[in-house]
């Protein structure tokens, strides 16, 4: 089955790079998404990369993928503090002829001033 | 172009009742899906709508229906209302073509639904 698994929280300073780490458990997975959420808002995509990728890179997005280990990750160059947010890994998968998308628990990043 | 559009942003109902929720997908988009968002469980599925058919469910009770109407706007129905549905209901539209791998979802904001 599918499990995605973030961690819960990340502080990092104003300038800083952030770097926040998604696992899943389906090798079958097509793509996987970085999604934002803002308070009181929904779900807003980042970017997307396709599974046979390793790296995506996106002004100050990385996205890099190890198929191996199945851990995905994102890099925030230059941190801002409208960076604050929950961010969302999805992977998107095949099941039973249906294409699937699967949230992680999303990550609350925090930046501090 | 204009987004999914989530009416109404906030809903407080009481338990026991029943309410509905809508979505409009964007223009061109077949697919809707429906998801529950608390701060316990995350992110979770309820349904997918393409073409006015349920494609794809998640594993909710069978409280939780929805339905798609033929130009493509969907509903979200939950009946007898329990304290444990209050949540962020949020939708997502996408093309829905099975041979569109990347098939992005793009959110609506939500409705907040409060049961006391």
């Known amino acids: 089955g599918e499990d995605v698994e973030q961690s819960l929280f990340l502080s990092v300073r104003e300038g800083d790079s952030s770097v926040i780490n998604c696992t899943y458990t389906d090798s079958s997975s097509t793509y996987l998404y970085w999604y934002k959420q803002e308070p009181g808002a929904g779900l807003q995509l980042l970017t997307y990369?396709?599974?046979?990728?390793d790296m995506k890179q996106d002004q100050r997005l990385t996205v890099l993928l190890n198929k191996k280990d199945k851990h995905l990750s994102l890099r925030i160059a230059d941190t801002q503090t409208g960076d604050s947010a929950i961010y969302f890994c999805a992977e998107r998968t095949n099941s039973g002829g249906y294409q699937k998308v699967t949230f992680g628990t999303g990550t609350k990043l925090q930046v501090i001033p | 172009k204009a987004g999914v559009t989530q009416t109404p942003r906030y809903l407080i109902k009481t338990r026991g009742q029943q309410v509905t929720l809508s979505c409009s997908p964007i223009?061109?988009?077949?697919?809707v899906s429906w998801y529950q968002q608390t701060p316990g469980q995350g992110l979770q599925f309820l349904f997918e709508?393409?073409?006015?058919?349920?494609?794809n469910k998640g594993n909710f009770p069978g409280r939780f229906s929805g339905r798609q109407f033929s130009n493509s706007r969907s509903e979200m129905n939950v009946s007898t209302l329990e304290l444990g549905d209050s949540a962020l209901y949020l939708c997502?539209?996408?093309?829905?073509?099975?041979?569109?791998?990347?098939?992005?979802?793009?959110f609506g904001a939500g409705t907040r639904l409060s049961v006391l």
């Open positions: 223009s061109g988009h077949r697919s």
């Open positions: 709508y393409f073409s006015e058919t349920q494609r």
């Open positions: 990369i396709f599974s046979n990728m």
């Open positions: 997502a539209s996408s093309l829905g073509d099975r041979g569109l791998a990347k098939n992005i979802q793009y």
